[in-house]
């Protein structure tokens, strides 16, 4: 189960790990301590993009695309950017993402209509 939780100092440097971004007093994520899963909203870069999210999946780096229904008229898409290490993986990380969803990791970014679909690209450049 997801946990909207501040990162904490001590947790910094994981933080930046997965977002890129630094650590800043009040930054926060949503966490499963249990499976060591966190989800990081990265924000957008217009009105008309997707919110992007990074999470972290076997020490891995995931981009999450979240497009918004009121962009698309339709049920929520969700893509998926993923390493090459990982491609073996997408059926967990479908029903990861599946689950975050329906615990309203996303809520206040979508509508929460019912999920479409998650779509995967495979990168290499997502390796670090």
């Not at 029903?95 to 975050?100: F, S």
Request: proline share 2%.
């Amino acid at each position: 189960m997801f946990v909207y939780e501040k990162v904490s100092e001590i947790d910094k440097d994981l933080y930046y790990k997965i977002s890129k971004d630094l650590w800043h007093e009040g930054t926060s994520w949503y966490v499963d301590k249990e499976r060591e899963l966190y989800i990081i909203c990265i924000g957008r870069f217009g009105w008309s993009d997707p919110y992007f999210f990074m999470m972290n999946y076997k020490d891995k780096r995931i981009k999450i695309q979240v497009w918004e229904r009121r962009l698309k008229k339709e049920p929520e898409d969700i893509w998926v950017d993923i390493p090459n290490s990982l491609s073996n993986d997408t059926e967990d990380i479908s029903r990861i993402v599946h689950e975050a969803y329906a615990e309203n990791v996303f809520d206040g970014i979508t509508e929460m209509a019912e999920l479409k679909e998650i779509k995967f690209a495979i990168r290499d450049y997502m390796e670090d």
